[in-house]
């Protein structure tokens, strides 16, 4: 099949208000097709990553995965987002500086010859300005945010994305202004799997109330070093009955959380949107709750949305 | 060989000034021999830890390791500190539950049999109050503070013994009032060897200066919350050439150390003492200087200093 449709991902942001949107991730593949009125049509899930993409295997693979799509209308606009951008991925689309809005990341979306599925715009990654004492980098989650702060048709937010490496982001003039990463997610899963915290849990079912005690215990703490110590009492409670085996794991998750959503909301009296997954964006409603802040979940495409609102922009721009 | 000394390990404390001092901990064996004067004639020391000693095999493995002291003087006291007098030791020794200083650990010594070796006194750890909100143990720390103390010749004082799992304890009039654990140093195994930051790490000679760095950043941090941001500079400072790859493992060490000194010595204007092994004392040392912190390090005898205090003490309640 030879690409006969238009050659720019710009022409084919002119040629129809639909979209393929795409989400490629390092470890997960997420495609959504959008009709002319935002609302998601169809989608598509897998585990194909970037580390599971055979070298030279991203056109194929992205041709298995959105080829039906792609016969339904021959010159639908595709934009991706994710790894798929970074080095190690198809082609890198440089991080654009922070203050980053629809504007600076349209602008530096990288055009891909996709083949037989024709022209596709990659979206960058966003990376902490230059002067910064704290340089920081995220790629995809830039697109949520946009995909968030649309839905919320508010220009100035926080917003939390939380997961393995969780973000918290500053929008202020529709601009990611500036963001910050915790490890919560991946140190949770180092101090469960590998040190002595995980010998006396049991991943029954808690009660969800070790989830509260550690979100409580979170506000307890008051220097940053408290921490420290604070982890240990998940032994400690189990060791002297104070709580269940089963309900540890979800003591040092609320202890872990609480602490995230106190530093990370500092600042952010409107509160934060929580853009993730179902079951941790309940987590972290649940743990604002308990600590009197304003957190409301994100509808889940806020992908998809993100590049509508950048082809909008674009077009915005280019009428 | 048959038993003829003394019966029990308070008539040895009679016999002699002298004293075999052993911490026998889960993964090392260490044993002194201390003269009248109070100086270390000999010590011993292996990786005979608790988990390594057969079902059985305590007073066998004790006997191979002192026998020679024994066969010199027949009715040396022998006091042994350290998880030996856990559940699953030797033989359980219960906590001293806080405030515990030389009379209330002195009087929960546990007598063992020690066969050939004859007898020997077995004492036990501390553990928070009853009513306490934060349950915590310590087994083998305790003679380490009664040592250290009695070093300092101060009866209130805040000590450090930093470790995998360090304690920071406060003695007031003597004895330990409360304590607790931190979980810097398996927290920071868990991090370099489980997490992405280890990726980044290279093993080579640090100048000093990532260690300093970490130190620094801990004195920036505010909310509890903020360390689960902070650990992750150690990736960015990495990816963005801010800090070589051979000061990375540095820099964690600097920033969770700086994090737990701020912690541990808050509302200690007088400083700590540090109880440790030489290179982490070090540490700790160059820590508090960064941080304005009077820490001074303690000899390295503890153990066989709080042995011996603890048989003075009887002595004197004796007499």
Request: glycine share 16%; charged share 20%.
């Amino acid at each position: 099949m030879v690409w006969r449709g238009p050659e720019t991902w710009e022409e084919t942001a002119l040629h129809s208000s639909g979209l393929i949107s795409i989400d490629w991730g390092t470890s997960a593949f997420r495609a959504y097709l959008v009709g002319a009125d935002g609302a998601t049509i169809d989608q598509r899930r897998s585990a194909l990553g970037i580390l599971s993409v055979p070298a030279g295997g991203y056109e194929a693979t992205l041709a298995e995965a959105i080829g039906v799509w792609r016969a339904l209308d021959g010159a639908l606009p595709i934009l991706m987002s994710g790894m798929v951008g970074a080095r190690q991925g198809w082609r890198e689309a440089p991080y654009a500086p922070c203050p980053a809005g629809l504007t600076e990341i349209g602008a530096a979306i990288v055009a891909i010859d996709g083949g037989a599925l024709g022209p596709i715009g990659l979206v960058p990654g966003v990376r902490r300005g230059d002067g910064d004492a704290e340089p920081d980098v995220m790629r995809g989650e830039e697109t949520q945010i946009l995909g968030a702060v649309a839905w919320s048709g508010r220009a100035d937010e926080t917003l939390v994305l939380p997961g393995t490496h969780s973000k918290w982001a500053r929008v202020a003039d529709g601009r990611i202004r500036s963001f910050s990463t915790y490890m919560t997610g991946e140190i949770f899963a180092a101090l469960k799997g590998h040190t002595i915290l995980g010998r006396l849990m049991n991943d029954g079912q808690g009660s969800g109330e070790g989830f509260a005690e550690g979100v409580r215990a979170a506000t307890r703490l008051s220097a940053p070093g408290d921490l420290l110590h604070a982890v240990f009492m998940t032994r400690s409670l189990g060791l002297f009955d104070r709580l269940s085996a089963s309900e540890l794991s979800d003591y040092l998750s609320g202890l872990l959380i609480g602490a995230e959503v106190l530093a990370g909301s500092a600042g952010a009296p409107d509160g934060a949107i929580v853009v993730g997954s179902p079951g941790l964006t309940e987590r972290y409603l649940k743990a604002g709750a308990l600590l009197g802040l304003k957190l409301r979940a994100a509808p889940e495409d806020c992908v998809p949305r993100g590049h509508l609102a950048l082809l909008d922009g674009w077009r915005a721009r280019a009428l």
